[in-house]
């Protein structure tokens, strides 16, 4: 049982670590002057921050299933999310984006700092609120960390998938870039330019709803409760998009989750309790 309740903690870890790793995999691509290079480092990069989404959902539930929650776990969450959610994502977006000279150097270090800073000032917030009930498990106020990175990784992903650079070449190409092949390579690349700027403004507005009180389901928990045959068979159609095409997948996911808030604060929807407890997408 000791083992069981040091678990959550150890999942907490992994999560720290692949986001230290994802901030390691940027550097790489930094340092790559091939433009092939940088794109397979910074998808590593992207991956692992997508990874520890897994990780971070987990070790709350966990922690719940376990009765294994105390203070040094709760600290434990935030830090490391801080570190996977709030520091890497920001780095990674400011690496793209001066790779690809968007704008100015210093534009782009405001807006990565910012969007950190707000994801910092959420977890600390959400440490002073947080609460172990299964109850607050169920809705968030303000946008998780989690699902912010999840965002804003997704779309840098998808301005690379776009372009063709980690689709893969040859015999080796997969479905999304066989699909892809069949649009103007003008047209990709605007595209992706397009997703770059989207990236650079959505830095701000992503940490700035991160520290609002706007509505947001617990997606995780919602997926986990659902129960019956057609909940089995959306998981298993889930599943099967993701394996085919997983960051055009990854990539509506996110947005519609990014939207479905927005569009519940723009509807005078009710709000949500504060967000409490282990902090998931």
């Known amino acids: 049982m000791r083992r069981a309740k040091s678990l959550p903690n150890l999942l907490t870890l992994g999560n720290a670590f692949l986001g230290l790793l994802a901030i390691s995999k940027g550097i790489d691509a930094l340092t790559a002057t091939d433009p092939a290079l940088f794109a397979r480092h910074f998808e590593s990069a992207c991956w692992f921050v997508l990874g520890s989404l897994l990780l971070d959902a987990l070790d709350g539930r966990v922690a719940r299933m376990t009765g294994s ?6 600290q434990l969450d935030s830090f490391a999310d801080a570190i996977t959610f709030g520091v890497a994502p920001g780095l990674l977006a400011k690496m793209l984006l001066e790779h690809h000279g968007v704008l100015h150097a210093r ?10 800073l707000m994801a910092v000032l959420r977890l600390a917030r959400f440490n ?18 989690p699902a912010a990175a ?8 998808m301005s690379l998938t776009i372009t063709g650079s980690i689709e893969g070449t040859g015999s080796e190409t997969t479905l999304v870039g066989q699909a892809l092949a069949g649009i103007p390579e003008e047209t990709r690349a605007s595209l992706a330019a397009g997703l770059r700027v989207v990236t650079l403004l959505m830095l701000p507005v992503l940490g700035l709803l991160m520290v609002s009180r706007v509505p947001y389901s617990h997606a995780f928990s919602a997926l986990v409760a659902a129960r019956g045959r057609w909940a089995m068979v959306r998981l298993v159609v889930l599943l099967l998009v993701l394996y085919v095409a997983p960051v055009p997948t990854l990539f509506a996911l996110g ?18 309790p504060v967000a409490t407890g282990r902090e998931a997408a």
Request: overall charge negative; proline content about 2%.
């Open 69 to 74: 929650f105390s203070d040094l776990g709760a």
């Open 107 to 116: 534009l782009n270090f405001f807006a990565a700092a910012l969007y950190a």
């Open 128 to 145: 002073v609120e947080n609460d172990h009930d299964e109850e607050h498990h169920r809705s968030f106020s303000g946008l998780p960390s």
């Open 150 to 157: 999840g965002v804003l990784v997704a779309t840098m992903l």
């Open 255 to 272: 947005w519609l989750y990014f939207g479905n808030g927005l569009l519940k604060a723009a509807r005078g929807g009710a709000r949500g």
